[in-house]
Each structure stands twice: as structure tokens, then as C-alpha cells.
């Protein structure tokens, strides 16, 4: 078990060191650089600058340095905000962004797994197809034009709901259900589907057999193998809900790791882009490695070194 | 034992059993035409292709004629689904629209249908430790939150039609490259391989004869489910401020501009966002009844 988490651990480290390298190469290829502006800058302001923030040492020694930073988690300072560190932006903004991811997964796993469990228990009836009409509906609208008519419907014409800003309990609702949508559905076809599937096999024929009533066969003997699927899309789901957020974040005004990273986007802020990037990177590999970890416990056929998909 | 307890058969009566060969496309179009959903999705996505590709040729405005009297100017006989904010006909944009997403989608995944099927088909056709060290390579990047990539390529590279079709499509062949692997090696412990190995059959004949055609159906789900995804792609792109340069514009571009002024034009929005989630269903109905239709061991919906 402590080998395959080290094992898993070094493996990790050496992704993100492929990340970091590939990032720090991709940012050094923009032609001009992170201070090309249409204003032209006096040549020693831009000496000033180049000097302060170390871009005109030979690429080499600024991949050196970067690399020692970031193997610290230090991750420089910011072009945009000058006096500020990319640290300190992610810590200032990202627990407001995790808590509304933390929320929106929640629901997303407790309405999407309940829902397409009821859906399975109700094959083929109204309940079932309403219900897959709204998660194909969720799958296939975008949550940009979610988050847009949700704020039509309960923020502006039965104005129940804050339409922006992040103050308190009732400003989480519209961005979490707008976050949430998507995943939720998916779930949900996710559960339904494999739940028919754990029916259809032969220990719940055995079970019936012997009398088991539907409702405890259900919930006792196929919905923990059905949740394996589900399990194994907590990973995808937090990367989902991670993207999703820079749109619901810009659209609802929170201020989140989300809406930062969309506005150095419009900025061109390039230490932003790269450290948030990293940042993200890091969050969505320690995920998967936790998953990784757990999945084993909930599925004992699964053995620890076997590797994933094989 | 009695013989005559069985009345020999009168053999007006035997009828030769003909049952016609069960190709994919056969098997497959009976399965589609009983999943209603799936030929409705046929249909949005025909009639889609088909007003991206002649829309735009019947209309009387270009996509970036100004008309500043008309600015904003709601749905009217002259304007159809209205003006947005420089005056330009939405139907006009939102037809050109389609032409863009549409193209974004198809490109994207023909993309991703390339490197996906060369890559999975080398690592499962090669097996062995080519295989694990090819397959160990997907696994990582499949960890890797590509969007972020993408989004850092479009950073980087100029936006613009044809790097959103690079991007796009060099990120997402993953899923392909497994699925085709995982076909591939499958295929390759089929007993009808062995047998045509065993008379002496050339691999490429084994490969084009036996291998691609099966592979066919699980590659044509993926490719259609793909499609949407590039679309969905492409719109968070442009909402990010990141799409297609102006003044082109694709669905998602109109729709995020539609939702800045969704307040005083809600028809801004409506539009494009109808265009984009109508197609989106299409796709999704398609890839849905297809997948059901061509790919009987693979119902489950885990593999994105």
C-alpha cells in the first residue's frame, strides 16, 4: 500500500514536471512578450521591468529558476497586479472557489445518483422518460444558457435569489445549481445505466428468487456496484466543475479562482494563466490519485497495483 | 422403438431458412429506425448540415453588414430574428454561426479520428511493451485537465478558426485512441483472425478485411459523440473571450454576447442559444440511438 502510494506519488511528481515544462515552453513561445503593449514604453521602463522580473536572463537559467519556484509551490509574482503574487491571488480567491465547487459536487452526486435510481426502479415509465428528457436537456445546454436563464427566472421575474455577487448563504444557490447541471445529469443517465445493468445480473435473480423485495434489492445489492461507475467520474467531475466555474464565476460576479483566471485571460496576464494552470493541474492529479486510493476500498476486486482500464 | 411415432415430414413443407447476412450497416439502420429520439436526431442534424451549408447562400445580408439606423432593432419581416448591437441580422449570423460550430465540430473530431485511430491501432496492433509504455502515456495526459491546454494553445496562438480546429483536435483523441485499442486487441484473439492467419492471410489484408470494419461501429459513436463536445468546447471558448475572431462569429460567441444583453434584448440570446442547444440535443439523440444500435457491448455511458 505506502510502495503504491509512493510509487503513484513519484509518478505524479513527474507529471507535473512534464506540465510545468510544457506550460513554461508554450508561455515562452507567444512572440513579443508578457509586456508588448500598443503603448510603447520607454526603453528603460522596459529595461526596468525585464530586469525586475528576470526575462532577459538566457532562457535556460528563467526555466531554472521557475522550476525551483514551483517545486516550493512558489509560484511568481503577477504582471497585472503588480505587488502581488500569484499566491497570494489563489489564496485569496480559491476558497471561495472550492466552496462553491465543494457544494456543487455534493449536489451533484446526491441528485444525480438518487434521481437515476428512481429512474432505474421506474423503467420505461413517465417518471424514467421526464427524468432523461431533463438529463439529456442538462447534458446539452451549455451552462452559460443555464446560468442566463436561471437568473431570468429566479432573480429577475419571481425575484427570489440574488442575481450576483457572493454575500452569504442565498448567493450560493443560482451558481451551485447552474454548476451543478451538468454533472448532474450525467450522473444520472451515469447511475440509471449502470443500475440496469447490475439488475440484469444473475445474483439479483438469485435474490429475487429467494424474495428479496425490490426496494431493499435495490438499494442493498445493485446500487453499490452501480456506484463503482460513479465513483471512478469524481475524478472528470471535479475537472468539469473546476472549467465550469470560470463561466458560472464571470457570469454570477464571485470572486473566485474562476473569474480571475477568465479575467488574466482577457489581460494577457501570462504569470496568472501559468501559475493558475499549474495550480489546477496539481488540484486535478491529487484527485485522482485520492480516487485512485479509495477506489480499491469500495471495489475489494480491484487490486491496488493492477493499473486502471486494463 | 416404434418408428412410426414420428410422421415423416411432407417436404412441401420445408421451407429453407434464408436469413439474410447480418452487416453493420444492416443490423444497425433496423436498430436506429425503432429508436425514434435517434432518427429525430438524424433529422435536426441533417437539416443543421444542410442550412450551414446553403443558409448563408439565400439570405439578403452578409454576416458583417452594419446598419446603424437598425441597431438593436427587434424581430420584424425585415429582420427576422432581429439586429444585434451594430445592426447586423441575426438570422444572417446565426446561419453563419452554424457554418462555423458545425465546421469547429467536424474538423475537431475528424482531427481527433486520425491521430486517435493511428495511435490506438499502433499500441494494439504492436501489444506487448510498445502497448503499456503507448497506453501509460494516455493514462497520464488523461489525467491532465486538457481544457486548461486548450485554453493555454488559444493563449498562445492567435484565436482563430483554424487554431481552434488544431486545438481542439489535438486535445480530445484520447478516448478515441483507447477505443480503438481496446477494439483492436480484442479483435485480434477473435477466432476468425486466428483462422485467417492460419491460411496464411497478409496482416494488411487481416487489418482492412477483419479488423477495420469491426472497429467501425464503436469509432462512428465516438466520432458522432465527439462532435457535440467540440461545439460545447468551442462555445465555453468564446465565452472566455477566446473563439473566433470578430467579426465572425460562431454559436458560442453569439450566445455570450447575446447573454451581456439579455436583459434589454432577450432575442439576442434566444436565438443563437435555440440554434446551439437544438444541434447539441441532435448530436446527442444520434450518438445515444447509434451507440445503441452499433455498439451492443458498450451501453454503459462511463467511457467519455
Known amino acids: 500500500m505506502i510502495l503504491y502510494l509512493m510509487k503513484r ?212 445489492h445493485a446500487l453499490r456496484n452501480a456506484l463503482l461507475p460513479v ?39 501570462y504569470t496568472m494563466i501559468l501559475g493558475i494552470t499549474i495550480f489546477y493541474s496539481f488540484l486535478i492529479i491529487m484527485m485522482n490519485l485520492v480516487i485512485d486510493v479509495i477506489y480499491p476500498m469500495v471495489d475489494p476486486r480491484i487490486a491496488l497495483q493492477k493499473r486502471k482500464g486494463e | 422403438m416404434n418408428t412410426h411415432d414420428f410422421e415423416p415430414v411432407d417436404p412441401k413443407c420445408i421451407v429453407p431458412i434464408r436469413i439474410p447476412p447480418q452487416t453493420l450497416r444492416s443490423r444497425g439502420w433496423r436498430q436506429m429506425k425503432q429508436n425514434k429520439l435517434a432518427l429525430l436526431g438524424l433529422g435536426i442534424v441533417v437539416i443543421m448540415t444542410i442550412i450551414a451549408i446553403f443558409g448563408p447562400l439565400v439570405t439578403s445580408y452578409t454576416y458583417d453588414d452594419q446598419d446603424f439606423a437598425m441597431a438593436n432593432a427587434y424581430p420584424s419581416p425585415l429582420h427576422w430574428f432581429g439586429t444585434d448591437s451594430l445592426g447586423r441580422d441575426l438570422l444572417v449570423r446565426v446561419l453563419y454561426g452554424a457554418r462555423i460550430s458545425l465546421s469547429i465540430g467536424l474538423a475537431a473530431s475528424l482531427i481527433n479520428l486520425f491521430i ?33 491546454y486548450v485554453i493555454l494553445l488559444m493563449v498562445v496562438f492567435k484565436p482563430g478558426l483554424l487554431n481552434i480546429y488544431i486545438a481542439l483536435g489535438i486535445a480530445y483523441w484520447l478516448n478515441m485512441a483507447r477505443i480503438v485499442r481496446g477494439q483492436i486487441l480484442s479483435l485480434k484473439k477473435q477466432d476468425y483472425v486466428t483462422a485467417a492467419r492460419s491460411y496464411g492471410t ?44 470578430a467579426p465572425m462569429a460562431s454559436w458560442g460567441v453569439l450566445t455570450s454576447e447575446g447573454i451581456n444583453s439579455m436583459r434589454s434584448f432577450p432575442f439576442q440570446l434566444i436565438f443563437p442559444a435555440a440554434a446551439l442547444c437544438i444541434t447539441m440535443l441532435g448530436f446527442m439523440f444520434l450518438g445515444d440511438g447509434l451507440r445503441d444500435a452499433l455498439d451492443p457491448q458498450n451501453q454503459k455511458e462511463g467511457n467519455r
Request: charged share 10%.
Open chain 2, 116 to 148: 486517435g485511430v493511428i495511435y490506438g491501432g499502433i499500441a494494439g496492433l504492436v501489444g506487448g511493451r510498445v502497448d503499456r509504455i503507448m497506453m501509460h502515456i494516455v493514462d497520464i495526459l488523461y489525467s491532465i485537465p486538457m481544457l486548461l
Open chain 2, 202 to 245: 497478409s496482416t494488411w489484408h487481416i487489418l482492412t478485411r477483419h479488423m477495420i470494419p469491426n472497429c467501425m461501429g464503436p469509432i462512428i459513436v465516438t466520432l458522432t459523440l465527439s462532435i457535440p463536445e467540440a461545439i460545447f468546447t468551442e462555445a465555453f471558448l468564446s465565452f472566455i473571450g477566446l473563439g473566433v475572431s
Open chain 1, 231 to 269: 465513483v471512478s467520474y469524481v475524478g472528470p467531475l471535479a475537472a468539469s466543475l473546476l472549467t465550469g466555474s470560470f463561466i458560472v464565476e464571470s457570469i454570477f460576479a464571485i470572486p473566485g479562482l474562476g473569474r480571475y483566471f477568465v479575467t488574466s485571460i482577457y489581460n494577457r496576464d
Open chain 1, 9 to 220: 506519488l513519484a509518478g505524479a511528481c513527474v507529471v507535473l514536471w512534464v506540465i510545468i515544462t510544457i506550460t513554461f515552453g508554450l508561455m515562452h513561445a507567444i512572440p513579443g512578450g508578457p509586456f508588448t503593449q500598443e503603448k510603447k514604453l520607454p526603453p528603460a521602463v522596459v529595461a526596468a521591468v525585464e530586469e525586475r522580473y528576470h526575462l532577459n536572463d538566457s532562457l535556460a537559467t528563467q526555466y531554472w529558476d521557475y522550476m525551483k519556484h514551483a517545486a516550493v509551490l512558489d509560484l511568481g509574482p503577477s504582471y497585472k497586479y503588480p505587488g502581488k503574487t500569484v499566491n497570494d491571488i489563489i489564496a485569496e480567491t480559491f476558497p471561495v472557489s472550492a466552496e462553491l465547487g465543494f457544494i456543487s459536487l455534493f449536489l451533484a452526486l446526491g441528485v444525480g445518483v438518487c434521481a437515476g435510481m428512481v429512474a432505474a426502479w421506474r423503467k420505461n415509465s413517465w417518471v424514467d422518460y421526464s427524468m432523461m428528457i431533463c438529463a439529456t436537456l442538462g447534458v446539452s445546454v451549455p451552462s452559460f444558457i443555464i446560468a442566463a436563464i436561471l437568473i431570468q427566472l429566479f432573480a429577475f421575474t419571481w425575484p427570489i435569489l440574488p442575481a450576483a455577487m457572493w454575500h452569504g448563504p442565498s448567493y450560493v444557490v443560482l451558481p451551485a445549481l447552474a454548476l451543478a447541471a451538468q454533472p448532474t445529469s450525467f450522473i444520472m443517465r451515469l447511475t440509471r445505466s449502470s443500475i440496469l445493468d447490475a439488475l440484469a445480473q444473475d445474483y439479483i435473480k438469485t435474490a429475487r428468487a429467494r424474495g428479496v423485495e425490490t426496494r431493499s434489492l435495490l438499494i442493498h
